[in-house]
């Protein structure tokens, strides 16, 4: 018997990406603060490195789970 090599990969659309909403959100929330005329950044410069943090960690956990690559 004769087993069948399946080297097809299921594939997704950008829109079913986890790692593409978290980073579109991301970009929003900066885009909402670098609009606003917002002074959190400049009261709270510490906040800017935990953020970068939370959203590398993120990216990082999103890259681990991910098992379905995205369609060209």
């Known amino acids: 018997m004769v087993k069948e090599n399946k080297t097809v990969k299921e594939t997704k659309t950008l829109y079913w990406s986890r790692t593409f909403w978290v980073n579109f959100v991301v970009v929003v929330i900066a885009a909402i603060v670098g609009v606003s005329n917002s002074s959190i950044i400049v009261d ?18 999103l890259r681990l789970v991910t098992k379905t690559p995205i369609e060209k």
């Open 44 to 61: 709270f410069p510490a906040l800017v490195p935990w953020f970068a943090g939370v959203i590398g960690t993120l990216n990082i956990v």
